[in-house]
């Protein structure tokens, strides 16, 4: 066992504030972000609780819930054109406006889809209930999360509402598919149109499912490449915008020009994959919100009282240790062996702290969900908040080798 | 001041001293409050030997100690050490230089409470000499075996007695078989029983390994043990005395010289010296 981690253990109750503040630093950053992510993921739920592996959308649009009506032959056509592409299917996703009994409104997330068992667009939500898939295809029917109840006044099975002006009637209820701010309508791509105000042939998603061995990053390369990208214009000539699909030649002008979805006549479908979407509707929310910043803030904040706990803890235990360190100096070990072995003791801090963090932010994330709170603790976040606590700890050691200036052996002469 | 010169030391130790301190001055404060606390003391020590540097609190012994091993830069004057002026290298170089040849016993133990005994000694062997951790472990067990503290080694600080932890700190300088050792008061915080086991200790040292050792002390029952003696008084030098070791040594192998030491050997260490004329 190095000499550092013998000290720690031997002065663990003086090294123990160091490791709670450094373990308090990680903890906040996990649950923070993962709580963040949770949240956020809401808005990609459709996209990452489909089995499609390629979405195309209108141009340039932003996240899954801000799709705006393409023409549904265009786009299924110009999906399935590909060889790759195993089979294709429309999809409806809008903000609408669900008017309650009691006279309100209430912002609402409508989701069409295809609802026979093992389509594209079907929300996974809807796995545990086949009656209820069942029941949606029967025009004018919702289902919705049972946790959304009170705020669309619903009280039961059979009840009935408006949504945009269209008489809908609620066959049922999930769990798990609960909206952000907007509560998620399940219904049917026919029950879907008039709630988004959709003519038919219009669509918001052609959903894809690329033949088994293909790889869906390589379709949607593909077919960006097939269609060569417009040129550079606006958002999508910065190069911003990956997933455009231009539509070039004459035909396809004039085809998008007399599409009634009232698109320019440069008109580009925006493709990505569903990975690709569903990050991409996440960071929109993430930035547009601006919460990324404002958690990022307070883990920064959680971030500075670690580094100044533990640079304090190491400073007073390297500190106490002045006299040890000078005979070392006096019988000329260098003043960087010492140095090192201090950062040594904050990087095993550091360690032990995350060592510490991460049970307990899982076992916090298990209460969360208890409540219904869903906390992402995906494996890229959980070691980004290490390595920058690791590197707090090390950069507390850093600042506690100021300690050892004081180091001076002829001071151990009386 | 009192100089060396009487041929005795040359025709005992050799010709070559070890170590040399050249008109060394040092002093602290300023106007009102300004002293020297060492005033042009000059001395040589030859290999081998054991110095025992005596005098009152405030004669400035302890400050010769730190000039003469390189810790305290002195006003003026040199140090000569196994030929180098150490006090002509950068502090770098010194730093070796201590590394290389030096090793200190004080009068605190200043042992780090978390090591063992053995991990005391196994640190100053991996990191001053780079030994890896199986050298530094069989150079410690060689050392621990010759310090009676084998059986000793996995205890902490805290765990041993007073000589026993001196007793480590001596086995942490020897690790690096320093040529020169300096030790200041290492018996003044322990009984007799003890200081004179650590004393005889550094005494056998001396004589084993021609590790010089040169120790500070104001206890006088440490006398009898020294090769030499170094009388400091108001940071100079009052006078120089040879031949106390005769726990370890018959006195034959240091000829009496009138004036200089009374050789016989003491039945129970007290002090007995004459100083130089």
Not at chain 2, 124 to 131: I, L, P, Y
């Amino acid at each position: 066992m190095s000499y550092a981690l013998t000290t720690l253990w031997h002065e663990r109750q003086r090294y123990l504030t160091a490791i709670l503040a450094v373990a308090f630093c990680a903890l906040l950053g996990c649950v923070q972000f993962g709580l963040l992510l949770g949240l956020f993921s809401i808005t990609s739920m459709p996209v990452d609780n489909s089995r499609a592996d390629i979405w195309l959308g209108a141009p340039k649009v932003l996240g899954v819930d801000l799709g705006r009506p393409i023409r549904e032959s265009q786009a299924l056509a110009r999906l399935a054109s590909h060889p790759d592409i195993e089979r294709v299917e429309g999809f409806l996703q809008g903000f609408s406006y669900w008017a309650r009994k009691d006279g309100g409104q209430e912002l609402c997330m409508v989701v069409g889809s295809r609802l026979e068992p093992g389509s594209m667009g079907r929300n996974t939500a809807l796995e545990r209930y086949p009656h209820l898939a069942e029941a949606l295809t029967e025009p004018g029917t919702v289902v919705f999360d049972e946790s959304d109840k009170e705020k669309l006044g619903v009280t039961k099975v059979g009840d009935v509402a408006e949504v945009a002006g269209a008489r809908v009637r609620v066959v049922g209820f999930v769990k798990g598919a609960k909206g952000l701010a907007a509560p998620f309508i399940f219904c049917s791509l026919t029950t879907a149109r008039p709630l988004l105000r959709c003519f038919p042939g219009q669509i918001t998603y052609a959903l894809g499912k690329v033949k088994k061995n293909a790889s869906p990053e390589d379709v949607v390369s593909s077919l960006r490449r097939q269609y060569a990208p417009a040129p550079p214009k606006g958002e999508g000539a910065s190069g911003k915008d990956m997933g455009t699909l231009s539509i070039q030649n004459e035909a396809q002008k004039e085809a998008a020009e007399e599409n009634a979805l009232g698109q320019d006549s440069q008109a580009e479908l925006s493709i990505f994959t569903s990975a690709e979407f569903s990050r991409r509707t996440r960071v929109h929310w993430l930035t547009k919100t601006k919460g990324g910043f404002a958690l990022g803030y307070a883990a920064v904040l959680g971030l500075m009282v670690g580094a100044v706990v533990t640079s304090q803890t190491l400073y007073s235990a390297t500190a106490s240790s002045i006299k040890e360190f000078a005979v070392l100096k006096a019988m000329g070990i260098p003043r960087w062996r010492v140095s090192l072995h201090v950062m040594t003791l904050a990087a095993w801090v550091g360690v032990i702290g995350i060592g510490v963090a991460i049970p307990a932010v899982f076992g916090l994330a298990a209460v969360a969900e208890m409540w219904g709170v869903q906390m992402k603790l995906e494996g890229w976040l959980l070691v980004t908040v290490s390595v920058v606590t690791l590197f707090m700890a090390i950069g507390a050691g850093l600042f506690a080798l100021r300690s050892l200036r004081g180091v001076e052996p002829a001071l151990l002469l009386r | 001041m009192i100089q060396e010169g009487t041929g005795f030391n040359e025709r005992v130790w050799g010709s070559d001293p070890i170590l040399q301190g050249l008109d060394l001055v040092r002093a602290f404060g300023d106007g009102g409050s300004f002293s020297r606390a060492v005033d042009e003391v000059s001395l040589e020590v030859h290999r081998g030997q054991f110095v025992l540097m005596m005098g009152p609190s405030g004669s400035g012994k302890s400050t010769l100690l730190a000039m003469l091993s390189g810790l305290l830069r002195p006003d003026e004057g040199r140090v000569i050490c196994m030929g180098e002026d150490i006090w002509s290298l950068n502090d770098k170089e010194r730093e070796q230089f201590r590394l290389d040849h030096c090793g200190f016993v004080f009068q605190g133990y200043n042992l780090f409470p978390s090591l063992t005994a053995r991990e005391q000694i196994e640190l100053v062997a991996r990191w001053g000499q780079g030994a890896t951790a199986a050298e530094a472990r069989a150079m410690t067990d060689v050392l621990l075996e010759r310090l009676n503290l084998a059986d000793r080694a996995h205890l902490r600080p805290a765990q041993l007695s007073g000589g026993e932890k001196q007793r480590v700190a001596i086995g942490r300088a020897l690790i690096k078989a320093p040529d020169i050792l300096f030790a200041d008061e290492p018996t003044s915080a322990l009984d007799w029983a003890h200081g004179e086991e650590v004393v005889k200790m550094l005494r056998e040292l001396s004589k084993d390994n021609g590790t010089t050792v040169v120790c500070v002390t104001h206890d006088h029952r440490l006398v009898p043990f020294a090769d030499r003696l170094v009388d400091l008084e108001d940071g100079r030098l009052k006078r120089q005395s040879y031949g106390f070791h005769g726990v370890t040594e018959p006195a034959s192998h240091h000829p009496h010289e009138p004036g200089e030491i009374n050789p016989a050997i003491p039945a129970k260490p007290t002090l007995r010296y004459r100083a130089t004329p």
